[in-house]
């Protein structure tokens, strides 16, 4: 069982076994290659090829013909190849993020879904300091020790986030390493596990 302090020291710590306990953590070169090789600024193709990939890797319940339902793959990447997307995502500021992943997570008109999950994956992939992934792992956590009130309200999500990254001494917004955001969420994803 991993169980790491929540602090400052737990989190280097976490961050060191990341990179040499394989055995513990297998999946760590794969998902950093795959954030590495992501695009944020993206052809449609390219756009809706992440949009499946995401969807696929951390199931986020896109339907891609599984229902009768229209797919939303292509709203989403018409979206993120839109203007509105690519002048926000490399924001630096919590509002411009959470205003931006709550349009993304609702740009998928014809199923009116609100995408929250697949919204904060997409925007972490391309700006992992200012878009935490919203997950109910990570939610759940937040909830119980950082004051989130589980309303699917991402600027809210942001602040407990914040109040977390204030705890283990990370500041994402000054952050200099552009991942730094990857290693907070994984972090809090196997505190306890």
Known sequence: MLNYEVSKKGY???KKDLHTNKEAFPWFEDEKDFLE???????????????????SKYSTHLSFGKSSA???????????ISESFQ????????????????DLAKSAKTRG????S????YCHHCNPNMFPIYDSVNADY???????????DYRSYIDAYSRFCEKIGVDLVTAPDKYEGFYVDKFINNIEK
Not at 37 to 54: G, P, W
Not at 118 to 121: D, G, P, Q
């Open 142 to 152: 937040l909830k119980e020790h950082f004051s989130y009130k589980g309303n699917k």
């Open 12 to 14: 280097e710590q976490f």
């Open 118 to 121: 697949f919204a904060s994956k």
């Open 87 to 102: 002048s926000r995502i490399t924001t630096t500021e919590k509002k411009v993020a959470a205003a931006l992943a709550t």
């Open 37 to 55: 090789s992501f695009k944020t600024v993206a052809d449609r193709e390219t756009a809706l090829q992440q949009v499946k990939t995401i969807n």
């Open 70 to 80: 229209p797919d939303e793959g292509g709203e989403f990447a018409d979206f993120i």
């Open 113 to 116: 879904r609100f995408q929250l």
